[in-house]
T-cell receptor
Framework: GAGVSQTPSNKVTEKGKYVELRCDPISGHTALYWYRQSLGQGPEFLIYFQGTGAADDSGLPNDRFFAVRPEGSVSTLKIQRTERGDSAVYLC?????????????FGPGTRLTVL | DAKTTQPNSMESNEEEPVHLPCNHSTISGTDYIHWYRQLPSQGPEYVIH???SNVNNRMASLAIAEDRKSSTLILHRATLRDAAVYYC???????????????FGKGTKLSVIP
């Protein structure tokens, strides 16, 4: 079956611009996670959703970052006034239910480059 | 969350077994040990997890020390497709909100030599 998909695969933008990154989770998965990965580092948690609500957004670095999941399926990560330090691979993952032992299925990521 | 320590890199010859170590000396009684791996230019993928007993699945085996302060991921026969970064992650099954996410370290970069 279809895995987690993310669009676009690559995004190049200029400093100060607004970007949206999209995640399509596996159908039926109620939990959705966003992570960010800088070069040479492991992924860092940003936010996770249980259904439509953001259950934990403690990883969002500042108020320029926002994410939504209005119908409990597709999610969009929004970054305002982008900065060069936002350049990274943004990963989305989903899991069937939110438990501490659930397997998370990751998408291929969106590589964001801020010039 | 308890911390894990892994070597930065390891090498293996193709078709030989690989033992990837992970130290977690501050592990709590309710921490599960999870392993994920990340192939080049891909998102991480689940490999295996366990609590106390050794575990086997189609991808790998997980050997957990009796005191649970360390564990070893075993790939029985390394292939070129196993070249990846391997992450050892602890997940507390009973802590409160905020622990659902995976906390990645830098992992071990495994190179497989043909």
């Amino acid at each position: 079956g279809a895995g987690v998909s993310q669009t676009p695969s690559n995004k190049v933008t200029e400093k100060g611009k607004y970007v949206e990154l999209r995640c399509d989770p596996i159908s039926g998965h109620t939990a959705l996670y966003w992570y960010r990965q800088s070069l040479g580092q492991g992924p860092e948690f940003l936010i996770y959703f249980q259904g439509t609500g953001a259950a934990d957004d403690s990883g969002l670095p500042n108020d320029r970052f926002f994410a939504v999941r209005p119908e409990g399926s597709v999610s969009t990560l929004k970054i305002q006034r982008t900065e060069r330090g936002d350049s990274a691979v943004y990963l989305c993952a989903s899991s069937l239910i939110v438990t501490k032992g659930d397997e998370q299925f990751f998408g291929p990521g969106t590589r964001l480059t801020v010039l | 969350d308890a911390k894990t320590t892994q070597p930065n890199s390891m090498e293996s010859n193709e078709e030989e077994p690989v033992h990837l170590p992970c130290n977690h000396s501050t592990i709590s009684g309710t921490d599960y040990i999870h392993w994920y791996r990340q192939l080049p230019s891909q998102g991480p993928e689940y490999v295996i997890h366990g609590l106390t007993s050794n575990v086997n699945n189609r991808m790998a085996s997980l050997a957990i020390a009796e005191d649970r302060k360390s564990s070893t991921l075993i790939l029985h026969r390394a292939t070129l497709r196993d070249a990846a970064v391997y992450y050892c992650i602890l997940r507390d099954a009973y802590s409160g909100a905020g622990s659902y996410q995976l906390t990645f370290g830098k992992g071990t970069k495994l190179s497989v030599i043909p």
